[in-house]
């Protein structure tokens, strides 16, 4: 399948992630984990953000919001994807794309900490760092 010009793509009526995903001939989310490189315990971590951190006098602080990773990488990715068919790109190229992809998903990164069920809430787990991902091309 041949690359679209970006008139052509600009020309397009966009709605869906699948209709973006194929237009620049980028992966679906399996593609997408797989090319991550993450692993399906890694997927099922939960995570929250800093900003939803509610700090407490007592007890830890709690996180008020937690997410799997593989919801914030799906989350991240279809936001990425409707940036694309909103025209916000002028690149076409699907490896340019992947890399800003991955780049979008870093900056998100750096707002997560791994978190822990203590049986009373949600709370930082000290003993594990955010999985690291692959970052070149597949």
């Known amino acids: 399948m041949n690359r679209m010009s970006l008139?052509?793509?600009n020309?397009?009526?966009?709605?869906?992630?699948?209709?973006?995903?194929?237009?620049?001939?980028?992966?679906d989310l399996e593609g997408i984990v797989k090319?991550?490189?993450?692993?399906?315990?890694?997927?099922?971590?939960e995570v929250g953000?800093?900003?939803?951190?509610?700090?407490?006098e007592k007890w830890p602080a709690k996180f008020i919001s937690v997410r799997t990773i593989r919801e914030v990488v799906e989350d991240e990715y279809d936001d990425f994807l409707e940036q694309l068919g909103s025209g916000a790109?002028?690149?076409?190229?699907?490896?340019?794309?992947l890399g800003k992809f991955r780049s979008q998903l870093r900056l998100t990164w750096r707002k997560l900490l791994v978190v822990?069920?203590?049986?009373?809430?949600?709370?930082?787990?000290?003993?594990k760092?955010?999985?690291?991902?692959?970052?070149?091309?597949?």
Not at 13 to 22: F, I
Not at 49 to 56: G, Q, T
Not at 119 to 125: C, L
């Open 7 to 9: 008139n052509e793509l």
């Open 49 to 56: 953000y800093f900003d939803d951190l509610m700090p407490a």
């Open 116 to 127: 822990t069920n203590n049986g009373n809430a949600y709370v930082a787990e000290k003993t």
């Open 11 to 27: 020309k397009q009526n966009l709605n869906s992630p699948e209709q973006v995903m194929m237009a620049y001939q980028l992966p």
């Open 35 to 45: 090319m991550l490189g993450f692993t399906e315990s890694q997927l099922d971590e």
């Open 129 to 138: 760092a955010m999985p690291v991902f692959k970052d070149g091309k597949q």
């Open 89 to 97: 790109s002028t690149e076409t190229n699907p490896d340019v794309l």
